[in-house]
Every structure is written in C-alpha cells, then in structure tokens.
C-alpha cells in the first residue's frame, strides 16, 4: 500500500509537491535547516534525489522543489496523473529512509474514467 497518493495539479507539475504532513513517521529532523534530502527510485531503477523542505512560518507542511521538477518533466507528466509514494528498506544504509516512486495516467475512454495505467519515460536521445 502507498504511503502517500496524489493526484497531481499543475502546480504539483511547474513548482513543488506538497506531501501530506502524515508522510514522515517520525517527522524528519532538519538538523537546524528547513531542509533535507530524500531518494526515491522509480519504475526503472532511476534513483532520483529530492529537496524536501517546510515552509519556515505558519502551517510546516513537506514539499518536494529541487529534483522533483526535472522528475516531472522527465516522466512529462500532466494535470490529473497521479504519483504514488511507497517506503522501502534501504539496502546500504538501513537507517536511511529509501522511497519507490510510481507515476500513472488516466485511462479514458469517451471521457469515461477506466483506471490508471504506469507512465513510462520516453526514451530521449
């Protein structure tokens, strides 16, 4: 089961992810900054690095900002995809929280929705 599950919205797709703040059991600790570093590993094995970050005033909600945005434009993603996150064991250093992250599209059939199907990367040469 997916620890977070988003449809995206098009500011999920030109700015940041916000990641619900039940994402993180326990919390991370920032170590005195409003930052720190999260991998995930998608479909194909990519490893992609990401920037979370809180905001420093008012609500501290987690968003996703460097990395997520070269992610999004990699898998070309659009308003209404939905991007699933799933916590995994890290092999080398278990301490380390490790994520594996999903993309899917809609399936629409005369504007019915049938389900959701993988993205998979277009090959760029």
Known sequence: ???FSKLLTKTDIHKRLSLPTKFFKPPPTFKGSQVQDLQAIDESGLVWSFQCSTRKKGH???VLSK???AFARHKELKNGD???FFKE???IVPATPLYRIETEREIKIFGVIFGYSPIV???HE
Request: hydrophobic share 40%.
């Open 121 to 123: 990367a277009p090959f």
């Open 1 to 3: 089961m997916a620890e």
């Open 67 to 69: 990395g997520w945005l």
């Open 60 to 62: 501290p909600k987690p």
């Open 82 to 84: 939905r991007v699933k």
């Open 89 to 91: 064991k890290h092999q």
